[in-house]
């Protein structure tokens, strides 16, 4: 079945960009129908989407992070990534992605990459 | 923008019904879609598109949308299901939004 896997820096300086890479296994990533979303979880908090990316290559992001995030697509690695600039204290928490099932319906986030924590500090 | 409300905390006897609640104005116009998570771990998608349970989750999981409440149902509640539950719903602006999540206490 199909598998999500994040990667990155645990560990970022502030008014830098956090870089996380997320590797789909088991599925194709430019099956029509899904897209790869980034969520994030500040400590104790919920969840909060971040945007997504379709394997055309659209891109949609959640307003209020939107100045600041970019989401990009490798096809041939089987990975999307997400770039956030201008870090602060504020950005750190726990980041997943996960497939955004849409095949002839919404039928939710149906699958998680297992999450990797990311703090902010010098 | 578009917000959902979820109540904080619910508790449930075991082996009782637990309700937990997603509020929004019109959500019932809306795919609800509903999430467990225990400490450490991933969220598990449980409910999608207001009612339907994905394979492998338990009949004891159900949910409804009407009018601008969504319900999660858990029947005959266990200790293992003892978890934050979040609702999710669409809106253009600003997208994907998730409620503030509901933890549940079995007792």
């Known amino acids: 079945q199909v598998q999500l896997h994040e990667s990155g820096p645990g560990l970022v300086k502030p008014s830098e960009t956090l870089s996380l890479t997320c590797t789909v296994s088991g599925g194709s990533i430019s099956s029509a129908g899904y897209y790869w979303s980034w969520i994030r979880q500040h400590p104790g908090k919920g969840l909060e989407w971040i945007g997504y990316i379709y394997y055309s290559g659209s891109t949609y992001y959640n307003p209020s992070l939107k100045s600041r995030v970019s989401i990009s697509l490798d096809t041939s690695k089987q990975q999307f990534s997400l770039k956030l600039s201008s870090v602060t204290a504020a950005d750190t928490a726990v980041y997943y992605c996960?497939?955004?099932?849409?095949?002839?319906?919404?039928?939710?986030?149906?699958?998680w990459g297992q999450g990797t924590t990311v703090t902010v500090s010098s | 923008s578009y917000e959902v409300t979820q109540p904080l905390s619910v508790s449930v006897a075991l082996g009782q019904t637990a309700t937990i609640t997603c509020g929004g104005d019109n959500i019932g116009t809306k795919n609800v879609h509903w999430y467990q998570q225990k400490p450490g771990q991933a969220p598990v998608l449980v409910i999608y598109g207001d009612k339907n349970r994905p394979s492998g989750i338990p009949e004891r999981f159900s949910g409804s949308n009407s009018g601008n409440t969504a319900t999660l149902t858990i029947s005959g509640a266990q200790t293992g299901d003892e978890a934050d539950y979040y609702c999710q719903v669409w809106h253009s602006i600003p997208g994907w939004v998730f409620g503030g999540g509901t933890k549940l206490t079995v007792l």
């Open positions: 996960a497939r955004d099932n849409r095949l002839q319906s919404q039928n939710g986030f149906d699958v």
